[in-house]
Protein backbone atom coordinates (compact mmCIF):
# COMPACT_ATOMS: atom_id res chain seq x y z
CA UNK A 1 0.00 0.00 0.00
CA UNK A 2 0.95 3.45 -0.64
CA UNK A 3 1.15 5.88 2.10
CA UNK A 4 -0.96 8.87 1.80
CA UNK A 5 1.94 10.91 3.51
CA UNK A 6 5.23 9.78 5.00
CA UNK A 7 6.65 11.31 8.72
CA UNK A 8 10.31 11.53 9.23
CA UNK A 9 11.08 11.88 13.01
CA UNK A 10 14.50 12.91 13.30
CA UNK A 11 16.52 12.38 16.21
CA UNK A 12 19.75 13.58 15.80
CA UNK A 13 22.33 11.55 17.79
CA UNK A 14 19.67 8.97 19.12
CA UNK A 15 21.87 6.02 19.89
CA UNK A 16 21.05 2.33 18.89
CA UNK A 17 22.65 1.26 22.35
CA UNK A 18 20.22 3.45 24.08
CA UNK A 19 17.13 3.01 21.81
CA UNK A 20 16.83 -0.34 21.27
CA UNK A 21 18.59 -1.64 24.48
CA UNK A 22 18.65 -0.30 27.56
CA UNK A 23 15.62 2.11 27.34
CA UNK A 24 13.37 0.03 24.88
CA UNK A 25 11.20 -0.58 28.36
CA UNK A 26 10.72 2.67 29.08
CA UNK A 27 9.20 3.95 25.55
CA UNK A 28 6.45 2.40 24.19
CA UNK A 29 5.29 4.71 21.24
CA UNK A 30 9.27 3.81 20.00
CA UNK A 31 8.17 0.18 20.85
CA UNK A 32 5.45 -0.02 19.11
CA UNK A 33 6.76 1.28 16.08
CA UNK A 34 9.27 -1.14 15.98
CA UNK A 35 7.17 -3.86 16.64
CA UNK A 36 4.66 -3.03 13.86
CA UNK A 37 7.59 -2.04 11.49
CA UNK A 38 11.24 -3.03 10.48
CA UNK A 39 14.02 -1.57 12.50
CA UNK A 40 17.75 -1.90 12.91
CA UNK A 41 21.30 0.22 13.23
CA UNK A 42 21.78 2.29 10.32
CA UNK A 43 25.12 3.12 9.46
CA UNK A 44 26.19 6.72 9.32
CA UNK A 45 28.36 8.96 7.33
CA UNK A 46 32.11 8.96 7.12
CA UNK A 47 32.93 11.17 8.91
CA UNK A 48 29.91 10.30 11.29
CA UNK A 49 28.91 14.72 11.64
CA UNK A 50 25.82 16.31 11.80
CA UNK A 51 26.62 17.45 8.89
CA UNK A 52 26.97 16.42 6.27
CA UNK A 53 24.96 13.71 7.48
CA UNK A 54 21.70 14.43 7.42
CA UNK A 55 22.25 15.76 3.67
CA UNK A 56 23.66 12.65 3.09
CA UNK A 57 20.51 11.19 3.88
CA UNK A 58 18.13 13.51 1.91
CA UNK A 59 20.33 13.01 -1.15
CA UNK A 60 22.08 9.36 -0.84
CA UNK A 61 25.15 10.98 -1.75
CA UNK A 62 28.72 10.64 0.29
CA UNK A 63 30.16 13.57 1.91
CA UNK A 64 32.81 13.85 -1.04
CA UNK A 65 29.98 13.95 -3.71
CA UNK A 66 28.13 16.98 -1.78
CA UNK A 67 31.88 18.64 -1.19
CA UNK A 68 31.04 19.06 2.63
CA UNK A 69 33.19 17.08 5.56
CA UNK A 70 32.04 18.66 8.20
CA UNK A 71 30.61 22.09 9.15
CA UNK A 72 33.84 23.92 8.68
CA UNK A 73 36.11 24.03 5.63
CA UNK A 74 38.78 25.41 3.78
CA UNK A 75 38.64 28.57 1.68
CA UNK A 76 40.93 28.38 -1.46
CA UNK A 77 43.62 26.11 0.57
CA UNK A 78 44.02 29.07 2.81
CA UNK A 79 45.81 28.26 5.84
CA UNK A 80 43.66 30.70 8.19
CA UNK A 81 40.41 30.70 5.91
CA UNK A 82 37.43 29.10 6.49
CA UNK A 83 33.99 28.75 6.25
CA UNK A 84 31.15 26.94 7.11
CA UNK A 85 28.38 24.46 5.73
CA UNK A 86 24.84 26.13 5.26
CA UNK A 87 21.81 25.38 3.33
CA UNK A 88 23.38 27.48 0.22
CA UNK A 89 26.19 25.04 0.03
CA UNK A 90 24.28 22.17 -1.67
CA UNK A 91 22.99 21.84 -5.01
CA UNK A 92 22.84 18.11 -5.02
CA UNK A 93 19.20 17.13 -5.94
CA UNK A 94 17.46 15.74 -2.56
CA UNK A 95 13.83 14.26 -1.83
CA UNK A 96 12.31 17.12 -1.66
CA UNK A 97 12.93 18.09 -5.42
CA UNK A 98 12.10 14.58 -6.98
CA UNK A 99 8.55 14.56 -4.75
CA UNK A 100 8.49 18.00 -5.83
CA UNK A 101 8.63 17.36 -9.29
CA UNK A 102 6.01 14.47 -8.93
CA UNK A 103 3.92 17.61 -7.88
CA UNK A 104 4.06 16.30 -3.79
CA UNK A 105 4.78 19.26 -1.64
CA UNK A 106 7.53 18.82 1.71
CA UNK A 107 7.34 20.51 4.66
CA UNK A 108 11.21 20.40 6.73
CA UNK A 109 11.52 21.65 10.25
CA UNK A 110 15.00 21.78 11.83
CA UNK A 111 16.71 19.95 9.09
CA UNK A 112 20.12 20.49 9.44
CA UNK A 113 20.99 22.76 7.54
CA UNK A 114 18.23 24.64 6.83
CA UNK A 115 19.59 28.28 6.81
CA UNK A 116 19.31 30.16 5.10
CA UNK A 117 15.71 29.24 4.54
CA UNK A 118 16.29 28.68 0.49
CA UNK A 119 13.14 28.07 -1.62
CA UNK A 120 11.82 24.03 -1.85
CA UNK A 121 8.65 22.55 -3.14
CA UNK A 122 6.71 23.32 0.45
CA UNK A 123 7.70 24.72 3.29
CA UNK A 124 10.76 25.04 5.64
CA UNK A 125 11.69 26.03 9.15
CA UNK A 126 14.90 26.97 9.72
CA UNK A 127 17.57 24.35 12.21
CA UNK A 128 20.18 24.89 14.99
CA UNK A 129 22.19 26.75 12.73
CA UNK A 130 20.12 29.72 12.54
CA UNK A 131 21.51 32.32 13.72
CA UNK A 132 18.16 33.96 15.95
CA UNK A 133 14.41 34.95 15.32
CA UNK A 134 15.10 38.34 14.05
CA UNK A 135 16.34 36.58 10.87
CA UNK A 136 13.74 35.22 7.78
CA UNK A 137 14.26 31.65 9.24
CA UNK A 138 11.33 30.39 7.06
CA UNK A 139 10.34 29.64 3.41
CA UNK A 140 8.14 31.44 2.43
CA UNK A 141 8.95 34.51 4.96
CA UNK A 142 5.65 34.96 6.33
CA UNK A 143 5.52 31.10 7.76
CA UNK A 144 7.89 32.71 10.64
CA UNK A 145 5.61 35.04 11.94
CA UNK A 146 2.35 32.64 11.84
CA UNK A 147 4.90 30.01 13.53
CA UNK A 148 5.84 32.63 16.11
CA UNK A 149 1.94 33.72 16.50
CA UNK A 150 1.67 29.76 17.96
CA UNK A 151 5.28 29.46 19.35
CA UNK A 152 6.23 32.13 21.25
CA UNK A 153 8.85 31.13 22.91
CA UNK A 154 10.10 29.23 20.12
CA UNK A 155 13.85 28.55 19.91
CA UNK A 156 16.36 26.50 17.61
CA UNK A 157 19.45 25.47 20.07
CA UNK A 158 20.56 25.49 23.81
CA UNK A 159 24.37 26.32 24.49
CA UNK A 160 25.17 23.11 25.59
CA UNK A 161 28.74 23.49 26.15
CA UNK A 162 28.33 24.85 29.58
CA UNK A 163 29.12 23.87 33.37
CA UNK A 164 25.25 25.03 34.46
CA UNK A 165 24.06 21.51 33.69
CA UNK A 166 20.43 22.89 35.79
CA UNK A 167 20.06 25.95 33.78
CA UNK A 168 20.84 24.14 30.64
CA UNK A 169 18.09 20.84 31.73
CA UNK A 170 15.51 23.94 31.66
CA UNK A 171 16.46 25.57 28.48
CA UNK A 172 16.74 21.78 26.94
CA UNK A 173 13.01 20.61 27.59
CA UNK A 174 11.79 24.19 26.96
CA UNK A 175 13.48 24.18 23.60
CA UNK A 176 12.26 20.42 22.86
CA UNK A 177 8.56 21.50 24.09
CA UNK A 178 8.80 24.66 21.81
CA UNK A 179 9.72 22.96 18.76
CA UNK A 180 7.02 19.70 19.33
CA UNK A 181 4.17 22.56 19.63
CA UNK A 182 5.48 24.09 16.33
CA UNK A 183 5.53 20.67 14.35
CA UNK A 184 1.95 20.11 15.63
CA UNK A 185 0.62 23.16 14.68
CA UNK A 186 2.44 23.05 11.40
CA UNK A 187 1.30 19.40 10.68
CA UNK A 188 -2.38 20.68 11.10
CA UNK A 189 -1.67 24.18 9.06
CA UNK A 190 0.03 23.61 6.54
CA UNK A 191 0.25 21.25 3.58
CA UNK A 192 2.29 18.25 2.87
CA UNK A 193 2.90 15.32 1.63
CA UNK A 194 6.47 14.62 3.50
CA UNK A 195 7.00 16.00 6.56
CA UNK A 196 10.73 15.90 7.67
CA UNK A 197 11.62 17.27 11.59
CA UNK A 198 15.06 16.93 13.28
CA UNK A 199 15.39 17.80 16.96
CA UNK A 200 18.42 18.66 18.15
CA UNK A 201 18.25 17.89 21.56
CA UNK A 202 18.89 14.26 22.01
CA UNK A 203 22.57 15.58 20.95
CA UNK A 204 22.81 18.06 23.32
CA UNK A 205 21.66 15.55 26.03
CA UNK A 206 24.28 13.27 25.47
CA UNK A 207 27.03 15.56 24.92
CA UNK A 208 25.92 17.31 28.18
CA UNK A 209 25.81 14.48 30.51
CA UNK A 210 26.68 11.14 29.32
CA UNK A 211 29.26 11.27 32.09
CA UNK A 212 26.61 11.20 34.33
CA UNK A 213 25.03 8.06 32.98
CA UNK A 214 27.13 5.63 31.52
CA UNK A 215 29.08 3.32 34.30
CA UNK A 216 31.77 2.59 31.33
CA UNK A 217 32.84 6.58 31.36
CA UNK A 218 36.07 7.41 33.16
CA UNK A 219 34.42 10.42 35.50
CA UNK A 220 31.08 8.83 36.03
CA UNK A 221 29.94 8.94 39.70
CA UNK A 222 27.30 6.22 40.86
CA UNK A 223 24.37 8.15 42.66
CA UNK A 224 24.70 11.34 41.25
CA UNK A 225 21.93 14.17 40.89
CA UNK A 226 22.15 14.12 36.58
CA UNK A 227 22.44 9.87 36.78
CA UNK A 228 18.98 9.48 34.47
CA UNK A 229 18.61 12.64 33.24
CA UNK A 230 19.54 10.77 29.36
CA UNK A 231 16.80 8.35 30.06
CA UNK A 232 14.46 10.61 31.52
CA UNK A 233 14.52 12.73 28.41
CA UNK A 234 14.40 9.10 26.03
CA UNK A 235 11.03 8.94 27.86
CA UNK A 236 10.17 12.22 27.39
CA UNK A 237 10.53 12.70 23.57
CA UNK A 238 9.40 8.96 23.41
CA UNK A 239 5.63 10.61 24.31
CA UNK A 240 6.16 13.57 22.12
CA UNK A 241 6.45 10.84 19.02
CA UNK A 242 3.30 9.32 19.87
CA UNK A 243 1.74 12.67 20.05
CA UNK A 244 3.10 13.17 16.67
CA UNK A 245 2.29 9.38 15.41
CA UNK A 246 -1.54 10.10 16.62
CA UNK A 247 -2.00 13.54 15.14
CA UNK A 248 -0.18 11.75 11.66
CA UNK A 249 -3.03 9.53 11.62
CA UNK A 250 -3.31 5.48 10.25
CA UNK A 251 -2.90 6.35 6.50
CA UNK A 252 0.53 8.03 7.69
CA UNK A 253 4.31 6.07 7.12
CA UNK A 254 6.44 7.20 9.98
CA UNK A 255 10.01 6.99 9.79
CA UNK A 256 12.02 7.99 13.20
CA UNK A 257 15.79 7.85 12.50
CA UNK A 258 18.97 9.38 13.44
CA UNK A 259 22.14 10.60 11.98
CA UNK A 260 24.47 9.34 14.14
CA UNK A 261 24.89 7.77 18.12
CA UNK A 262 27.21 8.40 20.57
CA UNK A 263 29.54 6.89 23.30
CA UNK A 264 31.87 7.78 25.99
CA UNK A 265 34.94 10.12 25.37
CA UNK A 266 38.23 8.76 26.93
CA UNK A 267 39.81 11.85 26.48
CA UNK A 268 41.20 14.51 24.23
CA UNK A 269 44.45 14.08 21.90
CA UNK A 270 46.35 17.23 20.93
CA UNK A 271 46.69 16.21 17.52
CA UNK A 272 48.18 19.52 16.59
CA UNK A 273 50.98 19.50 19.50
CA UNK A 274 52.00 15.77 18.26
CA UNK A 275 52.64 16.85 14.43
CA UNK A 276 54.56 20.07 16.03
CA UNK A 277 56.94 17.54 18.48
CA UNK A 278 57.79 15.31 15.59
CA UNK A 279 58.67 18.53 12.79
CA UNK A 280 55.32 18.03 10.58
CA UNK A 281 54.05 21.45 12.22
CA UNK A 282 56.85 23.81 13.00
CA UNK A 283 56.14 27.36 15.55
CA UNK A 284 57.72 30.32 16.01
CA UNK A 285 56.94 30.89 19.40
CA UNK A 286 54.95 28.50 21.94
CA UNK A 287 51.38 29.46 22.24
CA UNK A 288 49.04 29.56 25.19
CA UNK A 289 47.25 26.69 26.46
CA UNK A 290 44.23 26.50 24.06
CA UNK A 291 45.23 28.23 21.41
CA UNK A 292 43.52 27.61 17.87
CA UNK A 293 46.21 26.33 15.27
CA UNK A 294 45.32 29.27 13.02
CA UNK A 295 45.83 31.83 15.80
CA UNK A 296 48.95 30.57 16.17
CA UNK A 297 52.88 31.46 15.24
CA UNK A 298 53.06 28.83 12.61
CA UNK A 299 55.88 29.45 10.13
CA UNK A 300 54.30 27.57 7.32
CA UNK A 301 57.12 27.58 5.14
CA UNK A 302 58.48 24.76 7.04
CA UNK A 303 55.40 23.23 8.05
CA UNK A 304 54.71 20.17 6.34
CA UNK A 305 51.44 19.08 8.35
CA UNK A 306 48.62 20.15 10.58
CA UNK A 307 45.29 19.36 11.45
CA UNK A 308 41.70 20.59 12.53
CA UNK A 309 40.18 19.11 15.52
CA UNK A 310 36.79 17.93 16.40
CA UNK A 311 34.97 14.35 16.68
CA UNK A 312 37.53 13.29 13.87
CA UNK A 313 40.17 15.04 12.71
CA UNK A 314 41.25 16.58 9.06
CA UNK A 315 44.69 16.76 8.39
CA UNK A 316 45.96 19.00 5.94
CA UNK A 317 49.65 18.39 3.68
CA UNK A 318 51.83 21.59 2.78
CA UNK A 319 52.07 21.03 -0.71
CA UNK A 320 53.82 23.24 -3.45
CA UNK A 321 51.40 24.89 -6.16
CA UNK A 322 48.15 23.84 -4.19
CA UNK A 323 49.35 25.75 -0.45
CA UNK A 324 50.27 29.59 -0.21
CA UNK A 325 53.70 28.41 0.73
CA UNK A 326 53.59 25.04 0.24
CA UNK A 327 57.04 22.81 0.87
CA UNK A 328 56.37 19.34 -0.20
CA UNK A 329 56.83 18.54 -4.02
CA UNK A 330 54.14 17.35 -5.67
CA UNK A 331 56.08 14.03 -6.90
CA UNK A 332 56.85 13.45 -3.20
CA UNK A 333 53.35 13.59 -2.04
CA UNK A 334 52.10 9.82 -1.76
CA UNK A 335 55.30 8.85 0.03
CA UNK A 336 55.00 11.95 2.59
CA UNK A 337 50.70 11.28 3.32
CA UNK A 338 51.55 7.71 3.50
CA UNK A 339 54.38 8.69 6.19
CA UNK A 340 52.01 11.06 8.10
CA UNK A 341 49.43 8.12 8.12
CA UNK A 342 51.68 5.49 9.47
CA UNK A 343 52.88 7.50 12.19
CA UNK A 344 49.16 8.82 13.18
CA UNK A 345 48.18 5.09 13.15
CA UNK A 346 50.85 4.45 15.47
CA UNK A 347 49.96 6.55 18.38
CA UNK A 348 49.17 5.42 21.61
CA UNK A 349 47.24 6.14 24.38
CA UNK A 350 48.20 7.89 27.77
CA UNK A 351 48.79 4.22 29.30
CA UNK A 352 51.14 2.92 26.52
CA UNK A 353 47.81 1.37 25.10
CA UNK A 354 47.52 1.04 21.44
CA UNK A 355 44.64 2.80 20.13
CA UNK A 356 42.57 2.14 17.26
CA UNK A 357 43.53 4.59 15.00
CA UNK A 358 41.48 5.12 12.04
CA UNK A 359 43.34 6.97 8.86
CA UNK A 360 41.32 6.86 5.83
CA UNK A 361 41.94 9.05 2.30
CA UNK A 362 38.86 10.86 1.02
CA UNK A 363 39.78 10.20 -2.23
CA UNK A 364 39.53 6.44 -1.85
CA UNK A 365 36.44 6.34 0.34
CA UNK A 366 34.00 8.53 -2.04
CA UNK A 367 33.08 8.77 -5.28
CA UNK A 368 34.34 11.95 -5.78
CA UNK A 369 35.97 14.44 -4.01
CA UNK A 370 34.47 18.39 -4.53
CA UNK A 371 35.51 21.22 -2.11
CA UNK A 372 38.52 21.50 -0.41
CA UNK A 373 38.97 17.87 0.78
CA UNK A 374 41.45 17.13 4.19
CA UNK A 375 44.65 15.12 2.83
CA UNK A 376 43.66 13.03 5.77
CA UNK A 377 40.49 11.90 7.57
CA UNK A 378 41.29 10.45 11.46
CA UNK A 379 39.51 8.55 14.29
CA UNK A 380 41.46 8.64 17.01
CA UNK A 381 41.15 5.33 18.69
CA UNK A 382 37.71 4.71 16.44
CA UNK A 383 36.17 7.96 17.18
CA UNK A 384 36.30 7.37 21.43
CA UNK A 385 39.40 10.09 21.54
CA UNK A 386 38.78 13.11 20.42
CA UNK A 387 41.10 15.22 18.01
CA UNK A 388 42.43 19.09 19.71
CA UNK A 389 43.09 21.53 17.11
CA UNK A 390 44.36 23.53 20.04
CA UNK A 391 48.00 23.71 20.97
CA UNK A 392 49.95 24.96 24.03
CA UNK A 393 49.17 22.01 26.34
CA UNK A 394 51.57 20.58 29.19
CA UNK A 395 50.65 17.15 27.70
CA UNK A 396 49.45 15.65 24.51
CA UNK A 397 46.48 14.07 26.58
CA UNK A 398 43.52 16.04 28.01
CA UNK A 399 40.81 14.75 30.07
CA UNK A 400 38.50 17.56 29.28
CA UNK A 401 37.06 19.08 25.94
CA UNK A 402 39.57 21.89 24.88
CA UNK A 403 36.54 23.88 23.41
CA UNK A 404 34.41 23.56 26.50
CA UNK A 405 32.51 20.57 28.29
CA UNK A 406 31.45 18.38 26.10
CA UNK A 407 31.08 14.06 27.58
CA UNK A 408 30.82 12.26 24.52
CA UNK A 409 31.88 11.07 21.17
CA UNK A 410 29.64 10.69 18.11
CA UNK A 411 29.39 6.60 17.39
CA UNK A 412 29.38 5.17 13.66
CA UNK A 413 25.76 4.05 13.86
CA UNK A 414 22.21 5.19 14.31
CA UNK A 415 18.48 4.39 14.21
CA UNK A 416 16.67 3.36 11.71
CA UNK A 417 12.26 2.58 12.07
CA UNK A 418 10.14 2.19 9.58
CA UNK A 419 6.29 1.54 10.09
CA UNK A 420 3.99 1.56 6.77
CA UNK A 421 0.42 1.57 6.84
CA UNK A 422 -1.18 -2.19 6.60
CA UNK A 423 2.15 -3.84 6.54
CA UNK A 424 3.28 -6.36 8.38
CA UNK A 425 6.29 -5.94 10.89
CA UNK A 426 9.48 -6.58 8.93
CA UNK A 427 11.41 -7.12 12.20
CA UNK A 428 15.20 -6.41 12.53
CA UNK A 429 17.47 -5.43 9.75
CA UNK A 430 21.06 -5.58 9.16
CA UNK A 431 22.92 -3.67 6.90
CA UNK A 432 20.90 -0.35 6.76
CA UNK A 433 22.94 2.89 6.50
CA UNK A 434 22.16 6.67 6.13
CA UNK A 435 22.24 6.17 1.60
CA UNK A 436 19.04 4.06 2.08
CA UNK A 437 16.89 6.94 3.67
CA UNK A 438 16.28 9.07 0.72
CA UNK A 439 15.75 6.17 -1.68
CA UNK A 440 13.22 4.46 0.92
CA UNK A 441 11.38 8.14 1.06
CA UNK A 442 11.10 7.83 -3.00
CA UNK A 443 9.98 4.12 -2.31
CA UNK A 444 7.05 4.67 -0.05
CA UNK A 445 5.48 7.33 -2.48
CA UNK A 446 6.12 4.92 -5.90
CA UNK A 447 8.57 7.12 -7.13
CA UNK A 448 11.62 5.51 -8.97
CA UNK A 449 15.12 5.89 -7.28
CA UNK A 450 17.54 8.11 -9.27
CA UNK A 451 20.44 5.64 -10.48
CA UNK A 452 22.56 8.65 -9.14
CA UNK A 453 21.51 7.64 -5.81
CA UNK A 454 23.92 5.70 -3.60
CA UNK A 455 21.98 3.79 -1.36
CA UNK A 456 18.71 1.26 -1.61
CA UNK A 457 14.98 1.41 -0.46
CA UNK A 458 14.70 -0.68 3.24
CA UNK A 459 11.05 -1.35 1.78
Same mark, same amino acid.
Given at each position: ?????????????????????????????????????????????????????????????????????????????????????????????????????????????????????????????????????????????????????????????????????????????????????????????????????????????????????????????????????????????????????????????????? !???????? #?? =?? &????? %??? *??????????????????????????????????????????????????????????????????????????????????????????????????????????????????????????????? !???????? #?? =?? &????? %??? *??????????????????????????????????
Amino acid at each position: MTPKRVLVMGLDCMTPELAFDRYLDVMPNLGQLMRDGTWGDLASSDPPITVPAWMVMATSQDPGSLGAYGFRHRRDHSYTEAWTANAASFDTPAVWDYLGAAGLRTGLVGFPPSYPARAIPGWRVGCFLTPGLDKVFTYPAELGAQLLRAVPDYRFDVTFRTESRTDLLRDLYAMTDAHFRGVEHLMAEMAWDLLWFVEIGMDRVHHSFWKYSDPGHFLYQPGNEFEQVIRDYYVYVDGLLGRLVERAGPDTAVLVVS !DHGAKAMK #GV =FS &LNQWL %AER *GYLVLGSRPKPGTSIDKCDVDWAKTTAWAWGGYYARVFLNVQGREPQGLIRPEDYETKLGEVAEAIRGIVDHTGRPMDNRVYRPREIYRTCRGDAPDLMVYLDNLYWRAAGTLGWDSLYLFENDTGP !DDAVHSER #GC =FV &LRCPD %ALG *GGRRQGLSLYDVGPTILDLFGLPIPKEMQGKTCR
